[in-house]
Nanobody
Framework: QVQLVESGGGLVQAGGSLRLSCAAS????????MGWYRQAPGKQRVLVAT???????NYADSMKGRFTISRDNAKNTVYLQMNSLEPEDTAVYYC?????????WGKGTLVTVSS
């Protein structure tokens, strides 16, 4: 089992920045890919970005250039640096970890961007 705890969400004005963190615990040695997804009010959960243990990252097209995913394998933590935030970025951001045993979700952290 893997437990994921997100932090760093909050209220920010448009144009501002936030850095999300997700710390994994439990059977972390089996984790390969970690990533961030988001779910806006009334919408489906969608991919933001993922990163492999080796550091290969992948972004949703709409996130490229403003968001940066990174990972510290020693700390079992993945980060999401979000810049130039827009009201449309308002959502609950979820961390996900994937291992050969399955996928795991965090409980999410709310990001609210005011105009």
């Amino acid at each position: 089992q893997v437990q994921l705890v997100e932090s760093g969400g909050g209220l920010v004005q448009a144009g501002g920045s936030l850095r999300l963190s997700c710390a994994a615990s439990g059977s972390t040695g089996n984790i390969n890919t970690m990533g961030w997804y988001r779910q806006a009010p009334g919408k489906q959960r969608v991919l933001v970005a993922t990163i492999t243990r080796g550091g290969i990252s992948n972004y949703a097209d709409s996130m490229k250039g403003r968001f940066t995913i990174s990972r510290d394998n020693a700390k079992n933590t993945v980060y999401l640096q979000m810049n130039s935030l827009e009201p449309e970025d308002t959502a609950v951001y979820y961390c996900r970890a994937e291992s050969r045993f399955g996928g795991y979700w965090g409980k999410g952290t709310l990001v609210t961007v005011s105009s």
